[in-house]
C-alpha cells in the first residue's frame, strides 16, 4: 500500500513511499539519533573532564608552582593526575565518541550494535573517574590503579571490535585509503599507551610506595601516549577532512605515510631512551606531514566556513606550526642534560598550541552536524576563544622555558596569567558547544531552504 507520508514543501510534489520503504527509512532516523545522543553524551563527558579534572587542576599546580618558584614542589601524582584527565578524560573521551558515530560511516561497515556504545562509555568514564581519585587521595591506590587501567582497557577492546570487527555490507571491500592507515597506527598507538599503563599501574600497586609513574618511565609513556596516539590521530582526521573544508590541493598520499613512518619510527627510539634520533624523527615526520596535507600551499578552492568563523583556516595553519614548535622543542631538550623548562614547554607546545587548538576548530566545525544537525551557537566566540588560546600558549611556553630552566626571573609572574587564559579560553569553547547541544537541530525542508523547528 502506498502513502503520503513525507510531509510537503511548498512548491514541491508529495513524495510517495510504500510501507517498507518507510519502515527502513524509519529505522535509520531512530538510530541516527541514538548515534547523535551517544556522541553528545562522550562530548559532555569529555568536557567535564576538560574543565576540572583537567584544566582546574593544571592551573592550580601551576599557579603554586609559581608562587614557589620550583617545578619540582608539587606532587608528581598530581601533576599526572591532570595528564591523565587531559589525554584521556577529555581527548580519547572525545576521539571514542567521533570514532562510534563516523568511522562506520567513513567506512560504510555494517552497524555495531547501539549498547557497546554505551557499555564502552560507561566502562572508560568509570575507569578514568577512580584514576584521577586514586592519583589524587590516594586512598585504596593499590586496588584502584590497576583497576582503572583494566577497565579503560576493556572500554577500549569494546570500542575496537565494535568500529573494526564487521565486514564491508556488500560488493567489493574498497581498497584503504591512506588516512585510514594514520588513524590505525594511532588506534594502535592508543592501544599501546593502555597496555603501558596497566602494566605500570601493577607493578606500582606491587613494589612502590606512591600512586606515580616514576619519572623517567613517565617521559617515555607521554611520548607514546602524545606522539604515538594524538598526533597521528589528528593527522588522520586532518588528511580525511581539511582538504575538503579548507579547499585545499590534493593529498600527496606516498608522503603522509613517509611522515607516518617517522612517527612512529620516533616514537619507538623516544620510548627505549634514544632522544636526540627521536627529536631529529618527530621533526622530520612533522614537517613532512603539513608537506603532505598541503596547508601552507596556496589553496585549490575557498575554504568552507559556513557556520564557523571564517578565521578557521588560519587557525588551523597556527596549530601545524604549534607542532613544528613542539617537536623542534623537544629535540632542544633531548640535546641538553636535564631540561624539564624545555619538555615541559615541548608537551604543552604540543597538548594546548596543536591538540587543543586542532579540537577547538575542527571539534567546533563537525560537532554540531554530528550532534543532531545543529549549528554552532557562536563563531564569533569561537574566535575569541582561539585568539585566547592561542595566546594563552605563546605565554606559557615561553616563560616556562625563561623560568624553569631560569633564563629570567620575572618569567614567574607570567605562568599564572598564561593559566588563566588558557583557563578562559577553554570554559569558553565548553560554553559554546554545550550551548549549541541546547540548541533545537536544523531541519532541511527542501534542498534549497534550512531552517530551525
Ligand atoms: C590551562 C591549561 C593548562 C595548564 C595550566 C597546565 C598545567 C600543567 C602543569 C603545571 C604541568 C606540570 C608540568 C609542567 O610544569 O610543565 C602539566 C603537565 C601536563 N599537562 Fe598540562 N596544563 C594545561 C593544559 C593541558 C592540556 C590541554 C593538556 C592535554 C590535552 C595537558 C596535558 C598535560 C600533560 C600530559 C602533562 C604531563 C603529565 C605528566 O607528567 O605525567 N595540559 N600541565
Redesign the pocket.
Known sequence: MLVSNVPPVVGQRPVWLDDKTKSIMDRAIAREQFLSRLLMTYIVTGLIF?LLP??FL??W??IK?SSREA?ESIS?AW??A???A??FG??ATFILGIGFYSIPKLRKLKPFALWEGWMCWALWTFGVIIRWFSNIYPWHWRVLMPLSAALELVAFLIFFQAVARHRPTGGAPKPWEPWIFVVIAATLGLLASLLLNLGASIQLARHANSPS?PREF?QRY?IVS?WGFLVPMVWGFSSRWLPVFMGLRPLRNPLLLTALGLNTAGVVAGFFGHLAMAGVLLLTGAGIAIAAIRFFEPAAKAAKTINVHRSFPVFIRIAYGWLLIAAALGLWASLMNEA?GIS?AS??AL??GF??AMIFCVGQRVLPSFCGMRVLWSPRLMLVMLTLLVT?CTL?VAS?ILA?QDYAKWAWDILPI??LI??TA?TLFAINLVATFARPPVVVTSPLTMTTE
Open positions: 576538560m583537567g584544566t593544571g592551573v599546580n601551576l608552582i617545578a608528581p601533576i599526572q591532570h595528564g591523565h587531559q589525554l577529555w581527548v609513574f613517565d607521554l602524545t624539564p615541559g608537551r604543552h597538548t594546548v591538540i587543543a594563552g606559557r616556562e624553569y598564561s593559566a588558557e583557563l577553554v
